[in-house]
């Protein structure tokens, strides 16, 4: 069963760093596009940021400079660098990946369970 599992998740002070990492359990053939997002109490999903299947990056404009995401194709594996955390960066993390299972398949959306970072002093 292919799904993709997160830590790196925690409780920071305000101007600490985490590194969220997303890694495939399973058998894949490959990895494309990655997405960062995030949901905090009382507020909508927001896409943090995303990795283009060609390693082009975007980001929202409240964590532009502060945060970077990454891929490791050879480790199945998305990360999100998070530097100088403010309090407002509080919420539950969600990575969502492009999938290839088998060569012969189309690409599919996965989700990771999400992970928890809490910014407070």
């Known amino acids: 069963q292919v799904q993709l599992v997160e830590s790196g998740g925690g409780e920071v002070q305000p101007g600490g760093s985490l590194r969220l990492s997303c890694v495939v359990s399973?058998?894949?053939?490959?990895?494309?596009?990655g997405n960062w997002y995030r949901q905090a109490p009382g507020k909508q999903r927001e896409l943090v940021a995303r990795?283009?299947?060609?390693?082009?990056?975007t980001y929202t404009d409240s964590v532009k400079g502060r945060f970077t995401i990454s891929r490791d194709s050879a480790k199945n594996t998305v990360y999100l660098q998070m530097n100088s955390l403010k309090p407002e960066d509080t919420a539950v993390y969600y990575c969502?990946?492009?999938?290839?299972?088998?060569?012969?398949?189309?690409?599919?959306?996965?989700w990771g369970q999400g992970t928890q970072v809490t910014v407070s002093s």
């Open positions: 399973g058998s894949i053939f490959s990895i494309g596009a």
């Open positions: 990795i283009s299947s060609l390693g082009s990056t």
């Open positions: 969502n990946v492009v999938l290839r299972v088998r060569p012969a398949s189309d690409s599919q959306n996965y």
